[in-house]
């Protein structure tokens, strides 16, 4: 029997992963579950959000779930230290982004497909005061391990990095700059991740019948960085000349999101623009509640939501948050480990679900979120899940 190792990490996390276990449940996969430490409380108290006995489960198992974390900027996370960890050089980074480049799970897929009847789906004016509803259904391959995310960066940096800095021509318009009242920070391609990206899109693309690839970079601004991830992408087209390879601009497509998403089909991107481009079209197909992804390298995948914690939500009792983003992360899982029969299955129900419209998280009702939603037709996060466990049975 297969071993998951669960991280459900802090706020919502802890409450949308135990719903995904119930449908892997009544869909009739089996598995062990193995919980592991991460998050936030783990900062505070041990001065790492990612403990090595985590990483160590990981390895051994090589899948997992993971559910949210919460994340502050430098200082903030510094003033919440427990008082014996104050002052001895802890400095907080992001466990997800720890797990990437720890594992090297390069490849992130982020899938984003309307669900008929949704009423979160994006509609728009057509000819004639006509109102379409375009079926969105874009897959976005983000670099997961390099690029801004790789963390190289410094606040008065040291005389060896800025005078490597300087050596370049664009440096002068700096140079006045005292190094205390300068931060950089560096965005890292290689080759072989680029290659490694494009291939992984362009394979997709090719296996589920998609009839692009699209490259959303900048390479007209970034032009050694992007320029290195579209040169790839070229090159990699020629060996599949029955998919087109289109080129966008970031700037440029988050325009053309709310014009043609439908004409969209797989799209690859650095990290930084990766995130961008896949938080879009997210919005297009219901929000983050709809959101899942997959975090995937040689020998480890980790899968999860792509949103945050949501503390604000975390104590609500009962819970009001829509799960199905976790649910469908774990049809991911589900698809990795060679199951997607039961990820199709957990897929229809969700649709099944959704179309009928009788059960509605508060965010498909467009409610602000809060305890009184549930008086106003809203679903708990419970009862949505019963919802689609009904429909698989």
Sequence with gaps: ???????????????????????????????????GDIGWEFWKTEGNALPQRTIDLIAEHKIALFGAITSKPKDAAAKE?????????YVYFSPIVGLRQHFNLDISIR?????????LNFIRKGANDTIEEPMV???????????????????????????????HPKMKAFKDVPNEDLAISS????????????????????????????VCEKPNVLRETSGMMLKEAREMAK????????????????????????NYGVIVAGNMFGDIISDGFAGLVGGLGFACSANIGDEV?????????????????????????????????????????????????????????KVRAYDMLKLKGGPDVIGKGACTTQEMTDAIIEKLQ
Aim: aromatic residues 8%.
């Design 187 to 214: 965005r890292i391609f290689t080759r072989n991740a680029c290659h490694r990206i494009v291939k992984a899109a362009f394979e997709y693309a090719d296996k589920f019948g998609y009839k692009s690839v699209t």
């Design 301 to 357: 995948a980790v899968f999860e939501p792509t949103h945050g914690s949501a503390p604000k939500y975390a104590e609500l009792d009962p819970s009001i948050v829509n799960p199905i983003a976790m649910i469908l992360s774990a049809c991911m899982m589900l698809d990795h480990i060679g199951e997607s029969d039961k990820a199709d299955k957990i897929r229809k129900a969700i649709a099944e679900v959704i179309e009928e419209g």
């Design 239 to 262: 060996q599949f000349p029955h998919i087109e390879l289109w080129e966008t601009n970031i700037d440029a497509q988050m325009m053309w999101l709310t014009k043609n998403p439908e």
């Design 1 to 35: 029997m297969r071993t998951i190792v669960t991280l459900p990490g802090d706020g919502i996390g802890k409450i949308v992963l135990p719903e995904a276990i119930r449908v892997l449940d009544a869909v009739g996969f089996e598995a062990n579950y193995v919980h």
């Design 111 to 119: 899938p984003t497909k309307s669900f008929k009847g949704n009423p």
């Design 81 to 89: 230290l427990a008082p014996e960890l104050q002052g001895k050089g």
């Design 137 to 167: 259904d874009a897959v976005i391959f983000r670099q997961n391990t390099e690029g801004l995310y790789a963390g190289v960066e410094w606040t008065n940096p040291p005389a060896e990095v800025r005078a490597a800095f300087d050596t």
